[in-house]
C-alpha cells in the first residue's frame, strides 16, 4: 500500500468506523498485527523505547530509524511511525532518514524535551518544513500537548490543531484529550483526528462513538504484553519454587 492509500484510509470513514492503528514495538509483534488483518500499523515511540531498554523520549535518533526499518521490513502493511519532537533534526534529514526506513507516516509532537509545550506558530512553521520536504510522500499526524503539558483548554488544542492542518498536517492527534471534550475537539476541527485508546474493545467503542477518526493505542500494547509475560513468568516461578 502506498501512502496515498494509507492517506485515502482516513478520509470519508463512517462515524461510528474509525481507522483503527495498533502499535507494534519490534518485527514481531508486528508480524502477529499485521497477520490478524489490520490494515496499517503506527508505531509508538515509548513501546519501542521500552523494548530497546530506554525511557521514554531518551531512544537515540539511530536506534528508532533502526527499529522502525525492523518493523517495516517484517510487514506488508505500511507503517507509521512515532518520531517524537524530530530529535532535534533539521527538516531535510528527518524526512530523508524516515523515508529510507520506508515508513510512509509519521507522528510529531508539539512539546520539547518532553517538559512544555512549543510556541505554536513556530511549530506549524517546522511543520511547514517538513510539509515541504516530504511533498505528498510523508503522512503527518501532528500531535497537539495541550492536554499533556499545556493549559488543558479545548480552545487551544482547537486552535493548535487548525495551524498545524494549515501548515499540512494531516491529521491531528490531542493527546490525552478527556473522552468529554472530544465532541468539541470534533466540531472545531476540520480534518482527520487520532485519539488514544486502552487496549480493549470498549475504549475503542467510545472514541469512536465521540468522533474519532484514527484510533491508535500508544505504548498500551507493549505494557498489556509485558503484563501477561510477567503473569506467566510469575505462574512458571510458582511451580518451579513449587
Known amino acids: 500500500m502506498t501512502v496515498t492509500a494509507?492517506?485515502?484510509?482516513?478520509?470519508?470513514?463512517?462515524?461510528?468506523?474509525?481507522?483503527?492503528?495498533?502499535?507494534?514495538?519490534?518485527?514481531?509483534?508486528?508480524?502477529?498485527?499485521?497477520?490478524?488483518?489490520?490494515?496499517?500499523?503506527?508505531?509508538?515511540?515509548?513501546?519501542?523505547?521500552?523494548?530497546?531498554g530506554y525511557q521514554d523520549g531518551a531512544t537515540p535518533p539511530e536506534e528508532m530509524f533502526a527499529a522502525v526499518a525492523r518493523i517495516v521490513r517484517a510487514v506488508s502493511v505500511p507503517v507509521s511511525a512515532d518520531l517524537e519532537g524530530g530529535y532535534g533534526l533539521a527538516p531535510s534529514e528527518l524526512v530523508g532518514r524516515l523515508l529510507e526506513t520506508g515508513a510512509v507516516g509519521c507522528n510529531l509532537e508539539d512539546s520539547e524535551e518532553g517538559t512544555s509545550l512549543k510556541e505554536a506558530g513556530r511549530h506549524a512553521d517546522w511543520l511547514a518544513e517538513?510539509?515541504?520536504?516530504?511533498?505528498?510522500?510523508?503522512?503527518?499526524?501532528?500531535?497537539?500537548?495541550?492536554?499533556?503539558?499545556?493549559?488543558?483548554?479545548?480552545?487551544?488544542?482547537?486552535?493548535?490543531?487548525?495551524?498545524?492542518?494549515?501548515?499540512?498536517?494531516?491529521?491531528?492527534?490531542?493527546?490525552?484529550?478527556?473522552?468529554?471534550?472530544?465532541?468539541?475537539?470534533?466540531?472545531?476541527?476540520?480534518?482527520?483526528?487520532?485519539?488514544?485508546?486502552?487496549?480493549?474493545?470498549e475504549s475503542v467503542a467510545e472514541l469512536a462513538r465521540l468522533g474519532a477518526t484514527r484510533v491508535t493505542f500508544g505504548p498500551g500494547m507493549q505494557r498489556h504484553a509485558m503484563g501477561s509475560t510477567g503473569e506467566l513468568a510469575a505462574r512458571l516461578r510458582s511451580v518451579d519454587a513449587g
Do not use: K
Open 6 to 52: 494509507f492517506r485515502a484510509l482516513h478520509h470519508d470513514r463512517a462515524a461510528d468506523d474509525p481507522l483503527v492503528l495498533p502499535g507494534p514495538w519490534d518485527a514481531g509483534s508486528a508480524q502477529v498485527l499485521a497477520d490478524a488483518g489490520f490494515p496499517a500499523l503506527a508505531t509508538p515511540s515509548a513501546g519501542i523505547a521500552a523494548s530497546l
Open 130 to 201: 517538513v510539509r515541504a520536504e516530504a511533498g505528498d510522500a510523508l503522512f503527518v499526524n501532528a500531535r497537539v500537548d495541550t492536554f499533556l503539558f499545556g493549559t488543558g483548554d479545548p480552545a487551544d488544542a482547537v486552535a493548535r490543531a487548525r495551524l498545524y492542518l494549515a501548515a499540512g498536517a494531516d491529521c491531528v492527534y490531542p493527546l490525552l484529550a478527556p473522552a468529554e471534550v472530544l465532541p468539541e475537539l470534533r466540531a472545531g476541527i476540520d480534518g482527520p483526528l487520532n485519539m488514544a485508546a486502552g487496549p480493549d474493545r
